[in-house]
């Protein structure tokens, strides 16, 4: 009897032990979900609060350039929320602070923008151009004329805050499909759309359109939203804090644009300057005593890291005429293409790089991007070497070199630009020891990081959310003012549910030599963890599980630790050895 019952016995403990695993796996995933994603704050956004409960006074968003201080001109603008901004993160932030606020003030230094212009369609659904609708172009906004990806996320909470938006994008003869970029790296592809993980097909979807497009939908969708939001033509210069009390700010002063200044009153200032980061200039200039003495925190000189890739770019778009659609062999067929094909090199050993997608207008654009001193193809008639020394794993398809001979066929249609990336920085105000109640910044204004990955909106959107999120919390959503202490807390869970993307990106940019490290930085002081977000991407290529969860992190739809999860580490750690031993590269 015992000889029997021990054995079933301990298959009974097993799968217990293997229930309560499971079960207690999922609780903590949940918990990470919630503490390091937007996924369960995203359903609660776009709820407005009754008149009698919005918050009262002005929150200042700012952005745009710093400049010099002449005089000040003061007026009062009472029940205001008052916002600077640089592109996306302000605009994501507009419509959330609308539904909180008495009054949304947008303030932007491109003039055009606040003009129909600013807010049209530049082609028809069927990708016709309109006429008088493309006369200015952003200055300050690096990647405006070069390939932008989106992702998910961004398509997520758009659907979710303009429930038409698949209508409002075909306006713009955009496209919406499937999430993936078709990403090659060494012989194989990498962050796929895992479909097989949504057996009802509901799988990640995006958009698929050009920054400028969307950039002008995105500007009239908020500013239709709701009448509370009004525009304002100006660049941020400053902020003042009350009296006797360095912690709240009061108000910010706005160079207009005939050259005077207002000091406009402030409730809360918001920082959307994008990587101008104007927001710790104004702080700084406060002279705050709590930085003076900043203890176990950091000062405002010390938040700021930044490091420079030394890459560049160099950009053809091609108009793809009647006749040329149908012969071009890009699979599934002209009509069906989204993102076409990405090329990543090997970390740390290649310096090219290259993107092709479909944007509106019946337009494929061709992004070439290179590191340090690498040749980029500034003629049209070097677009083809650049592939001459590529290797046999790194090899494109017969297809797309037959593609790239049609449109070749019609270059003098075609428009070419070239970019630099910015220098790449994040700054850490969650550790800061002088912090405004009332200050907090959002999107490139606190981290820009790679662009690579196409993570930048998505940050944004984050931002925004945690924004919307810490508004409606148990503490702010009786309150018509900003409590004490609340840019402190929105910091600490932004930094939580952003942070991957610089601890993510940073390694992978140290892998290259080219790579200038930040101040007191070495390059060898990321080797570590490149190497295992370089393996964690080499074993994406042939283990569909890991693909799915490197994009799923990647995308913000999931939380970094699920990386951490044991049979993925096994994983890492064996193809480490493996290269360590010589057995792989």
């Known amino acids: 009897m015992w000889n029997v019952t021990i054995p079933v016995l301990f298959v009974l403990a097993l799968l217990v032990l293997r229930t309560l695993w499971r079960s207690s796996s999922s609780v903590v995933r949940q918990f990470f979900i919630k503490k390091s994603t937007v996924l369960h704050d995203l359903p609660n956004t776009g709820k407005p609060r009754t008149d009698g409960k919005r918050i009262a006074g002005t929150a200042v968003v700012c952005g745009g350039r710093c400049v010099s201080l002449t005089a000040l001109y003061h007026t009062l603008i009472s029940h205001l929320v008052y916002f600077v901004q640089r592109s996306f993160a302000g605009l994501f932030t507009a419509r959330i602070l609308a539904d909180h606020f008495e009054d949304v003030l947008v303030v ?27 006369v200015h172009t952003r200055s300050r906004v690096f990647q405006y004329k070069t390939t932008h990806a989106l992702q998910p996320l961004t398509y997520k909470v758009l659907k979710h805050l303009f429930p038409n938006i698949d209508e409002e994008v075909r306006k713009t003869d955009g496209r919406i499909g499937v999430a993936d970029f078709n990403i090659h790296l060494a012989g194989g592809r990498i962050i796929r759309n895992p479909t097989d993980d949504y057996p009802d097909g509901d799988c990640p979807r995006d958009f698929f359109f050009s920054r400028e497009a969307f950039e002008r939908l995105l500007r009239r969708l908020v500013i239709e939203s709701s009448p509370r939001i009004r525009w304002m033509v100006g660049t941020a210069a ?166 790239l001979d049609i449109l070749l066929e019609y270059e003098d249609l075609a428009e070419a630009s070239t970019t630099k990336y910015p220098t790449l920085s994040s700054v850490r105000y969650e550790r800061a020891a002088y912090l405004p109640h009332n200050f907090v910044a ?55 549910k952003t942070a991957s993307a610089w601890q993510g990106t940073k390694p992978i940019d140290y892998l290259f030599e080219s790579t200038i490290p930040a101040k007191g930085e070495k390059l060898s002081d990321e080797r570590l963890s490149g190497g295992i977000v370089s393996a964690v991407m080499q074993l994406a290529r042939n283990d569909l599980k890991v693909d799915s969860t490197l994009f799923h992190v990647i995308c913000f739809l999931a939380p970094p630790t699920d990386l951490m999860h044991p049979s993925i580490l096994v994983k890492v750690i064996l193809l480490l050895a493996r290269q360590r031993l010589g057995y792989a590269v």
């Not at 994008?274 to 000189?301: H, N, T, Y």
């Not at 337009?363 to 049209?380: A, N, T």
């Not at 944004?460 to 807390?489: T, Y």
């Open 442 to 496: 959002v999107g490139d204004s606190v981290m820009q990081v790679n662009p690579t990955f196409g993570q930048g909106v998505s940050k944004a959107c984050a931002g925004a959310i945690v924004l919307d999120s810490m508004l409606r919390s148990r503490s702010m959503a009786n309150s018509q003012k900003v409590i004490p202490g609340f840019g402190r807390e929105f910091f600490k869970k932004l930094a939580d």
């Open 108 to 134: 932007e230094p491109e003039a055009w923008l606040d003009t129909p212009e600013g807010r049209e369609n530049v082609y028809d659904e069927n990708g016709v151009k309109l006429e008088s609708r493309q």
């Open 238 to 403: 400053n902020v003042r804090t009350v009296k006797d009390d360095q912690m709240t700010l009061s108000s910010v002063v706005v160079r207009m644009s005939d050259h005077t200044e207002k000091t406009i009153p402030a409730a809360m200032v918001i920082d959307c300057t994008g990587g101008s980061q104007g927001g710790l200039k104004w702080l700084r200039r406060v002279g705050a005593e709590a930085d003076k003495a900043p203890g176990s925190l950091l000062p405002l000189d010390r938040l700021r890291v930044s490091y420079s890739t030394a890459q560049q770019t160099r950009t053809y778009q091609f108009f793809v005429p009647p006749e040329a659609r149908a012969r071009l062999p890009i699979p599934n067929g002209y009509d069906n293409s989204t993102w076409i094909y990405s090329f990543m090199p090997k970390f740390g050993i290649g310096r090219k790089s290259f993107l092709v997608d479909r944007i509106e207008g019946h337009r494929i654009r061709i992004m070439f991007g290179s590191r340090g001193d690498q040749h980029l193809p500034m003629e049209f008639s070097e677009i083809k070497d650049f592939f001459d020394d590529f290797s046999a794993d790194e090899r494109v398809p017969d297809w797309f070199m037959d593609m």
